[in-house]
């Protein structure tokens, strides 16, 4: 890999205290073999947010998608219980299902091979003909999967870390949201041509905000530094924000459970390794950011309401207000994260000093080097 030594690999800048900290060399984020090394220890070993509940609320809902090169099935069976599932045939590996649907069984499309919705193999063309083979034992590869106020969690790890103490974390920080209570409003995906970590980054960025979208979120925005928590990774924030609106105006009643709270309610948090929630007094924006290659990920953002909410006339009409508004900011940061990326392969490219309002990116990417067994300080 990239020699640590050299002036542009060197990462103990990285690691000083923020006041004299530098940001990371340009290989962190576009070197193969590190994106590789990611893959086994962080998306294929940590808790991942796949998805909500209410995506698949009825049997035979399923979902079909790729973390890294792991293809992974979510599936609700006859009697309504998730699982999730390996998406490989248990013949050569082809895929059974695609995109999201409903379905009464799963079959391969290139031998045919058919599976139940609990991931049980149902019929194997002329198998029977092979000895060394038993039909009755052979399902689709189960994977760890549990679920926490409605957003469905997987882990690719044989022996994961316990689900419990995640799902601790989370309750600590945002049982007082109500998540279990809410749906979504909005589902949106946004491609950015940067690597993951520059997205993960990008929305941690308190530096850039009245910078680049000083015409849009910069407009009603207010924070200050020291409201950063951070602990193993999770960076949380709290500030005034408006709502998710152009005008800063809500077009829905606020989460009842908020209550005597201002109407620049507004908090955040990164939970790792790819999960980041957004808090504001109407509705709660949840984002998960997911590597497509070394240089291009996409990211996924639910928006959450109450069900009587999203049961109110004109819904459908108002929220498309908060949808263009996330897409107008999502357009202006691409811009930026696409040259991010691009300034890795420069020759001229050199992480320059960080400030207090970035540390936050300060935090995640010493947790990162921490994760990835690159850090050479002491934790």
Known sequence: MTDLNSADGDLRPVQKPISSAFHAPGWIYSCPENYKEEQKKIFHSEWLMVGREEELANPGDYKAIRIFDEPLLLSRDKDGVLRAFANVCRHRGVEVAFGTGNAKLFTCPYHGWTYRLDGTLLGASTVSENVGFDKKTCRLPSIHMNIWAGNIFVNFAKDPPPFEDFAASLEKRFGHLHLDRLRIGGKETVPQGCNWKFGVENLLDFYHVQVLHLDTL????????????????????????????????????????????????????????????????????????????????????????????INLPN?????????????????????????????????????????????SIHD????YLR???????DA
């Open 218 to 309: 910069g407009k009603k925005f207010d924070f200050n530094g020291d409201d950063i928590q951070s602990e193993a990774g999770w960076i949380e924030a709290s500030y005034r924000g408006a709502p998710l609106t152009p005008d800063g105006q809500s077009r829905f009643p606020r989460l009842p459970w908020l209550e005597g709270l201002g109407d620049d309610y507004a908090t955040s948090c990164r939970i790792p390794p790819n999960m980041h929630l957004f808090a504001r007094i109407d509705q709660v924006l949840i984002i998960t950011i997911w590597p497509d290659s070394v240089d291009k990920c996409h990211l996924t953002a639910y928006l959450l309401f109450p069900e009587e909410v």
């Open 371 to 377: 994760r990835m067994d690159l850090s050479t300080v």
């Open 315 to 359: 819904f459908e009409a108002d929220v498309q207000t908060h949808i263009k508004y996330v897409h107008d900011i999502a357009a202006e940061d691409i811009l930026a994260v696409e040259s991010l990326q691009a300034a890795t392969l420069s020759a001229n490219y050199r992480g320059g000093p960080m400030v207090p309002l970035e540390k």
């Open 364 to 367: 995640v990417i010493n947790d």
